[in-house]
């Protein structure tokens, strides 16, 4: 596992070799937090393949709708209660990717050492879940953007439930209508999981539990990262690769939400001519990765975002 580190500057990216694929923990806190996270992590490739095969019911909804009749309307309910209970447990896992990305953020950012590139490395098996973390929030927000029957289906389930609540029994319900505002508000947005990772990072931010500079050092320096590991190819595997050029665009998109000036300003420390390069050029094109850097940032479309900058994602 080497390391190779550099001065940080713009000019001289930060040169360090991270093991995404094999880094383990070393100190008892680092392991601590590590299985924490390989807890809910594990959980996330199951997940992913579970959503991927989410079929709506729209045709019974809008049979229920078109011929409303006591059959066609229990037709529907019944065929969306199992779906609504898929989209509670996709919301409880939200809630847990929350918690996780400060637990990781706020360790990786504040460790003990005051140099953010002796952080990185020391903490490499964190800095490797955060990547994971990332991959997970990333895949699943591509899938929900292909999902548009997830709202339809949650709609229905919450109407019938307002028609017939007198009807029903407390144990047909599969969530509590508090819990059902916040999910309808959760799977509103188009990237739902990163959403939720920008809100929570923004608001430790906020309450300063990570010191405002430490954050934005380390979430620049993971980006610098990352692009020095694809450019150089520091990994075989493609699938690895991938999974790098995903948290190098995710963590873009959540420092320009944290930071005041964002990533594109012409002081930003990121790297993001050389990023946006890469991510442009990368084989197979990664047209969902670059709709997130015009769609998902937050000061891609300012006027003092340079054109030169929006041009390469023009290509």
């Not at 400060?102 to 490797?128: M, P």
């Not at 873009?252 to 002081?267: Q, S």
Request: net charge negative; glycine share 2%; with cysteine.
């Amino acid at each position: 596992m080497g390391i190779l580190l550099s001065i940080f500057s713009k000019e001289s990216p930060l040169k360090i070799f991270l093991d995404l694929e094999n880094a383990e923990p070393q100190t008892e806190k680092e392991i601590i937090i590590y299985k924490e996270a390989s807890e809910v992590l594990n959980k996330a490739s199951e997940l992913l393949d579970e959503f991927q095969e989410y079929v709506g019911c729209g045709e019974l909804i809008r049979k229920a709708i078109s011929e409303p009749n006591e059959d066609n309307e229990l037709a529907a309910w019944e065929a969306v209660i199992p779906l609504v209970e898929q989209q509670y447990y996709y919301y409880q896992f939200y809630e847990q990717i929350r918690v996780l990305s400060e637990t990781l953020l706020r360790e990786i950012c504040t460790g003990e050492s005051k140099e953010t590139s002796n952080r990185l490395v020391s903490l490499q098996a964190l800095v490797k879940h955060f990547v994971h973390l990332l991959d997970f929030v990333v895949r699943f927000d591509h899938i929900k953007m292909d999902k548009p029957e997830m709202q339809n289906d949650f709609s229905y389930y919450r109407r019938y439930v307002s028609r017939k609540r007198s009807e029903l029994d407390i144990n047909d319900l599969v969530v509590e209508d508090q819990v059902c505002d916040a999910m309808s508000l959760t799977f509103a947005y188009p990237a739902p999981m990163l959403k939720g990772v920008i809100d929570t990072v923004v608001n430790f931010k906020i309450k300063n539990v990570v010191p405002e500079k430490n954050l934005t050092a380390g979430l620049s320096s993971m980006v610098n990262v990352f692009y020095y590991l694809l450019e150089n190819r520091k990994f075989e595997s493609e699938e690895t690769n991938l999974f790098c050029l995903r948290a190098m665009v995710g963590t873009i998109v959540i420092f320009d939400h944290v930071d005041e000036k964002g990533t594109f300003d012409k002081k930003s420390p990121i790297q993001i001519k050389n990023c946006l390069t890469l991510l442009v050029n990368f084989d197979p094109k990664q047209q969902s990765l670059i709709n997130m850097i015009k769609f998902s940032t937050k000061h891609w479309r300012d006027e003092k975002t340079k054109q030169s900058l929006k041009s390469i994602l023009d290509k």
